[in-house]
T-cell receptor
Framework: NAGVTQTPKFQVLKTGQSMTLQCAQD?????MSWYRQDPGMGLRLIHY???????DQGEVPNGYNVSRSTTEDFPLRLLSAAPSQTSVYFC??????????FGPGTRLTVL | KQEVTQIPAALSVPEGENLVLNCSFT??????LQWFRQDPGKGLTSLLL?????REQTSGRLNASLDKSSGRSTLYIAASQPGDSATYLC??????????FGAGTRLFVKA
């Protein structure tokens, strides 16, 4: 089991560029989510999905899109990057026993 | 609105000391509470999950307690070791697929 994988590990963008952060899990979990982690603020939920074809907004969804076409994959799209989106992004999946499993994170810098 | 607070923000202890990390939450209507460990530059690793109907959970040198009525959880680490140095986060699952994280306690165990 690879668990939750994320690519890329690091990314630098210019303001206005778009990109997709990839997330995949091989544990057959229905629930997946995206968080951003900023210094002193803990993790904040961006979007989540409770199964293929079903997504919903979290606490800070503006500027981000998600889709869930398969159980395994849950990509996060930045539509037009802004410096305020400089952060570390974590993808997570949750088992039926409620334990959350996190990926290693993507460090994004927007210049 | 659920808020999760962790005090202290940072803690430094000598090796071998027993210690307690605190987590408080404002709304007692929680589904469960989870403690995580995060090493620098890494993702989160689940340590313990306490369901709302439980009072405590134990794993090795770790013991987590939950008092819903007072909105508090503690993570007890026995006989601390330098390898325990990390940031410890608590997260409250409020149902509706939302999880609220505290900002974490950064622990340093001196050899």
């Amino acid at each position: 089991n690879a668990g939750v994988t994320q690519t890329p590990k690091f990314q630098v963008l210019k303001t206005g560029q778009s990109m997709t952060l990839q997330c995949a899990q091989d544990m057959n979990h229905e629930y997946m989510s995206w968080y951003r982690q900023d210094p002193g603020m803990g993790l904040r939920l961006i979007h989540y999905s409770v199964g293929a074809g079903i997504t919903d907004q979290g606490e800070v969804p503006n500027g981000y899109n998600v889709s869930r076409s398969t159980t395994e994959d849950f990509p996060l799209r930045l539509l037009s990057a802004a410096p305020s989106q400089t952060s570390v992004y974590f993808c997570a999946s949750r088992s039926t026993a409620d334990t959350q499993y996190f990926g290693p994170g993507t460090r994004l810098t927007v210049l | 609105k659920q808020e999760v607070t962790q005090i202290p923000a940072a803690l430094s202890v000598p090796e071998g000391e027993n210690l307690v990390l605190n987590c408080s939450f404002t709304d007692s209507a929680i589904y469960n509470l989870q403690w995580f460990r995060q090493d620098p530059g890494k993702g989160l690793t689940s340590l313990l999950l306490i369901q709302s109907s439980q009072r405590e959970q134990t794993s090795g040198r770790l013991n987590a307690s939950l008092d819903k009525s007072s909105g508090r959880s503690t993570l007890y680490i026995a006989a601390s070791q330098p390898g325990d140095s990390a940031t410890y986060l608590c997260a409250v699952h409020t149902g509706g697929f939302k999880t609220i994280f505290g900002a974490g306690t950064r622990l340093f165990v001196k050899a």
